[in-house]
């Protein structure tokens, strides 16, 4: 069967989203946390199948860091840290939501995201203006068309007037603001309809929890909501020990908690959840050169795992955190639209500096090209494993119909990042057949998660393979037993080969390969 003559359902927004998240039950990638009692709400576990793909995409991420910089180390911090750190961080004063409840059907809602949805509606009615412009006029000046149709003007008008305000609310905490600016741009309830809303209120996302088994004597500590605190507590200790030149950069990889308001996403917004991040410390006055490198290094990252380059945007942030002067998310076109995937933050000295302070420990660095000791600047890049895992997923996902009308569902996952690398399967459960597939399985194990299938027609088995983004299928056969060949599936053309058993290593190697990827950065 040729490429071509298969037919690629269009499926989009919710119906692919509802697919992909039924999909990932049933293969074995994601649960509900503790489902048999219904489950935790925005809390999930990864199945035998999504913890492959999610450590293999780790994995990626670590070699790409830590493996491709000799000026990159990791470390493991733990989970837990002294409160203070949370106070010097910032996150006990400022790390926290507005939210807002709609009085008719009592559902909540992050106010900000309220009124960045209904910017983002605006910018959606402007492209299709443009679009629709395009087709009609033959030699289309868009940037002529922007400026001068007075239905975009007005439009662009509404979103920057309404950016200015919104920018000044969230700058002065302002919460009757924000508030006003919902109540003006006339933002209803998607639930009950109404415009009945509550006042805005502030909610820290940082989850509590008592050291210490005596009650009085415990101390309140916090689930950590980001990793990179202990990194920047540890940035001497590293630094010394591994003898750490400037500019350097310290990775990690774990869990991070966030009490968050509104989680309805699937993977996408988690109250447990992984990042990976990477701290680079840099001479101040040096950030925006290498704000830049790090933009750039992580969008060639991205592009090299090949989900399509036009899924990817850059989009500069209207409010800046309280640690950076500049900073940019990596957006990824998730099914239900354009979000953030990776966040790119100039953070300054803000965060050492703060842990000087609340530790009266120096943190500072003697540069001896400069003669002289200064609290570095940092750059960061933080992604989060999750929403990565749901754009491989969700990128991958793929229904098709096949030339004798038959259907199948296929996981396009770059075959690096596959959870299964290869299928073993006996043609039939006799002959000394299923003894060879068993050989051919030894073969290959010490390298690759491979399965060796016996059940069912070869064509279910080849589906349930492809359910699961296996690139390779394996079939022994009688021929197998006379020559020592095997056909080999690919999944993508479902194109085979017949290949000799002591070819097979190379050819899986060959395409599963992170080096070849990984060479490309
Ligand atoms: P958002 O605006 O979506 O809440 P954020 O700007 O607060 O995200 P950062 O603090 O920059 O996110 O965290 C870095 C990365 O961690 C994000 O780009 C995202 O990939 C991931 N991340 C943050 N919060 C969550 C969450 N609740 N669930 C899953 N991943 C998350």
Same mark, same amino acid.
């Given at each position: 069967m040729s490429e071509t003559s298969i037919k690629t359902k269009a499926l989009s927004g919710e119906d692919l989203f509802k697919n992909v998240i039924s999909h990932s039950k049933e293969y074995g990638f994601i649960f509900p946390s503790s489902e048999i009692y219904d489950g935790l709400s925005a809390v999930y576990d990864y199945g035998q199948n999504g913890m492959e793909l999610k450590k293999n995409i780790r994995e990626y991420w670590w070699k790409s860091m830590v493996l491709l910089n000799e000026n990159i180390v990791g470390i493991d911090a733990a989970i837990f840290m002294h409160p203070t750190t949370w106070k010097a961080s910032g996150h006990v004063d400022a790390f926290s939501d507005p939210l807002i409840d709609n009085?008719?059907?009592k559902k909540r809602y992050r106010a900000d995201v309220l009124i960045e949805n209904a910017m983002a509606k605006v910018e959606e009615k402007i492209e299709k203006e443009v679009e629709k412009a395009r087709k009609r006029f033959e030699n289309f000046d868009e940037a002529m068309y922007r400026s001068t149709n007075p239905r975009v003007v007005e439009y662009q008008k509404k979103i920057d007037e309404t950016n200015a305000r919104f920018k000044t609310a969230l700058d002065a905490a302002d919460m009757d603001a924000l508030r006003q600016i919902i109540v003006d741009l006339e933002i209803a309830c998607?639930? !009950?309809?109404?415009?009945n809303w509550t006042d805005v209120r502030q909610f820290n996302l940082m989850f509590a929890t008592q050291l210490g088994s005596v009650a009085e004597s415990a101390s309140t500590i916090y689930l950590r909501p980001e990793t990179a605190q202990g990194i920047f507590v540890n940035f001497l200790n590293v630094q010394k020990t591994g003898r750490m030149k400037i500019p350097f950069g310290i990775a990690q990889t774990g869990k991070a908690f966030r009490n968050e308001?509104?989680?309805?996403q699937f993977i996408f917004r988690m109250r447990e959840f992984e990042q990976m991040e990477m701290q680079f410390f840099i001479r101040p006055g040096t950030q925006k050169e290498w704000y830049e490198h790090w933009k750039t290094a992580r969008m060639k990252w991205h592009a090299s795992l090949g989900l399509?380059? !036009?899924?990817y945007r850059f989009h500069d942030h209207i409010k800046l955190a309280h640690y950076a002067d500049a900073a940019c998310d990596i957006e990824f076109k998730f099914p239900f639209g354009f979000k953030e995937l990776e966040g790119i933050h100039s953070r300054t000295d803000f965060d050492l500096a703060n842990h000087e302070k609340h530790s009266g420990k120096k943190l500072q660095y003697f540069d001896p090209e400069l003669n002289e000791s200064y609290v570095p600047y940092v750059v960061e890049t933080s992604i989060g494993l999750d929403r990565m895992f749901l754009a491989v997923l969700s990128n991958a996902y793929t229904e098709e119909t096949l030339e004798d009308g038959s259907e199948r569902v296929v996981l396009r996952i770059p075959p690096v990042l596959a959870p299964v690398k290869a299928a073993i399967f006996p043609l039939l459960n006799k002959d000394g057949l299923p003894e060879k597939a068993r050989e051919v399985m030894d073969l290959l194990k010490y390298d690759h998660i491979c399965v060796c299938e016996e059940k069912d027609a070869i064509g279910k088995r080849y589906r349930r393979q492809d359910a699961i983004g296996t690139p390779y299928c394996i079939t022994v056969d009688h021929q197998t037993l006379e020559d020592n060949t095997v056909t080999i599936r690919e999944r993508d053309s479902m194109k085979q080969e017949r290949v000799a058993i002591s070819a097979l290593a190379d050819i899986i190697e060959g395409r599963v390969n992170m080096k070849s990827l990984l060479q490309k950065l």
């Amino acid at each position: 069967m040729s490429e071509t003559s298969i037919k690629t359902k269009a499926l989009s927004g919710e119906d692919l989203f509802k697919n992909v998240i039924s999909h990932s039950k049933e293969y074995g990638f994601i649960f509900p946390s503790s489902e048999i009692y219904d489950g935790l709400s925005a809390v999930y576990d990864y199945g035998q199948n999504g913890m492959e793909l999610k450590k293999n995409i780790r994995e990626y991420w670590w070699k790409s860091m830590v493996l491709l910089n000799e000026n990159i180390v990791g470390i493991d911090a733990a989970i837990f840290m002294h409160p203070t750190t949370w106070k010097a961080s910032g996150h006990v004063d400022a790390f926290s939501d507005p939210l807002i409840d709609n009085k008719d059907s009592k559902k909540r809602y992050r106010a900000d995201v309220l009124i960045e949805n209904a910017m983002a509606k605006v910018e959606e009615k402007i492209e299709k203006e443009v679009e629709k412009a395009r087709k009609r006029f033959e030699n289309f000046d868009e940037a002529m068309y922007r400026s001068t149709n007075p239905r975009v003007v007005e439009y662009q008008k509404k979103i920057d007037e309404t950016n200015a305000r919104f920018k000044t609310a969230l700058d002065a905490a302002d919460m009757d603001a924000l508030r006003q600016i919902i109540v003006d741009l006339e933002i209803a309830c998607e639930v !009950s309809g109404s415009r009945n809303w509550t006042d805005v209120r502030q909610f820290n996302l940082m989850f509590a929890t008592q050291l210490g088994s005596v009650a009085e004597s415990a101390s309140t500590i916090y689930l950590r909501p980001e990793t990179a605190q202990g990194i920047f507590v540890n940035f001497l200790n590293v630094q010394k020990t591994g003898r750490m030149k400037i500019p350097f950069g310290i990775a990690q990889t774990g869990k991070a908690f966030r009490n968050e308001i509104v989680a309805r996403q699937f993977i996408f917004r988690m109250r447990e959840f992984e990042q990976m991040e990477m701290q680079f410390f840099i001479r101040p006055g040096t950030q925006k050169e290498w704000y830049e490198h790090w933009k750039t290094a992580r969008m060639k990252w991205h592009a090299s795992l090949g989900l399509g380059e !036009s899924n990817y945007r850059f989009h500069d942030h209207i409010k800046l955190a309280h640690y950076a002067d500049a900073a940019c998310d990596i957006e990824f076109k998730f099914p239900f639209g354009f979000k953030e995937l990776e966040g790119i933050h100039s953070r300054t000295d803000f965060d050492l500096a703060n842990h000087e302070k609340h530790s009266g420990k120096k943190l500072q660095y003697f540069d001896p090209e400069l003669n002289e000791s200064y609290v570095p600047y940092v750059v960061e890049t933080s992604i989060g494993l999750d929403r990565m895992f749901l754009a491989v997923l969700s990128n991958a996902y793929t229904e098709e119909t096949l030339e004798d009308g038959s259907e199948r569902v296929v996981l396009r996952i770059p075959p690096v990042l596959a959870p299964v690398k290869a299928a073993i399967f006996p043609l039939l459960n006799k002959d000394g057949l299923p003894e060879k597939a068993r050989e051919v399985m030894d073969l290959l194990k010490y390298d690759h998660i491979c399965v060796c299938e016996e059940k069912d027609a070869i064509g279910k088995r080849y589906r349930r393979q492809d359910a699961i983004g296996t690139p390779y299928c394996i079939t022994v056969d009688h021929q197998t037993l006379e020559d020592n060949t095997v056909t080999i599936r690919e999944r993508d053309s479902m194109k085979q080969e017949r290949v000799a058993i002591s070819a097979l290593a190379d050819i899986i190697e060959g395409r599963v390969n992170m080096k070849s990827l990984l060479q490309k950065l």
